[in-house]
């Protein structure tokens, strides 16, 4: 019987769900695990796709756990300045022996001062703000910094689960795990970073993401220099 994890995903409004359903769908699958969604509360939490995720536990109920993983999406910026959230993260990743993040959510463990002196990933639209954090930002699908794992923007999570699994059960079982879920990507189009969108795709997805996120970045900073960064 392989040594029991408990993984415990930190959920917020407006998570990208891929970010965390990816990533649990893999680590369940190492074997003796107990995987919690963990939230202020157990009330549903919308996701960006529009449906909710319900959580399994709240803040009080997972003091610790052994796998700490924080998915992003457009909720993170609220999150980050949740003084709950940051000082959960920041209790649970005191004693885990794993800190991780997917997407976003590296800039969630950047301000709760988890990542400071750190190279980390990022989704790529963000992946700068990390250094006001005092992070070192890397433009990589997964980044191991000794205990600090983290992954590229959403669909990356898969990839960062599977390498976590590697480091954590072996390379056997993690090869046997994606052989399970099939993952074989090809996707229909090379359009999957900025080098090869082009830049009329990659200037779309920056009007989108300051219509839903007006003024994002300087949010970030500022909330950066308010927590002393």
């Known amino acids: ?49 529009l449906f909710d995720l319900h ?52 800039l969630l463990l950047g301000a709760a001062g988890l990542l400071r002196g750190y190279r980390s990933a990022c989704h790529w639209g963000s992946r700068e703000q990390l250094a006001w954090f005092g992070a070192e930002p890397v433009a990589e699908r997964v980044v191991f910094d000794r205990n600090r794992v983290s992954g590229g923007g959403v669909t990356a999570g898969i990839d960062f689960a599977l390498a976590l699994t590697a480091a954590i059960r072996g390379e056997d079982h993690a090869r046997f795990v994606q052989l399970s879920l099939e993952y074989d990507p090809a996707p229909p ?15 779309r997805y920056r009007a989108m993401a300051e219509k839903f996120a007006p003024g994002r970045a300087e949010t970030v900073k500022g909330i950066a220099e308010r927590l002393g960064f």
Request: hydrophobic share 45%.
């Open 1 to 49: 019987m392989p040594e029991p994890l408990h993984i415990a995903f930190l959920l917020f409004p407006d998570v990208t769900q891929l970010d965390l359903t990816g990533p649990a769908q893999v680590l369940s699958r190492m074997g003796n695990v107990t995987l919690d969604l963990v939230a202020k509360t157990r009330d549903p939490v919308r996701t960006d796709a």
């Open 55 to 106: 959580p399994t536990a709240t803040f009080a109920e997972v003091p610790r756990a052994d796998i700490l993983c924080v998915p992003g999406g457009f909720g993170t910026v609220a999150a980050m300045e949740d003084a709950d959230t940051l000082d959960w993260l920041r209790q649970v990743a005191a004693e885990a022996t794993w800190v991780t993040s997917v997407c976003t959510g590296s």
């Open 189 to 203: 189009f090379d359009s999957g970073s900025p080098e090869r969108a082009g830049a009329e795709t990659v200037a």
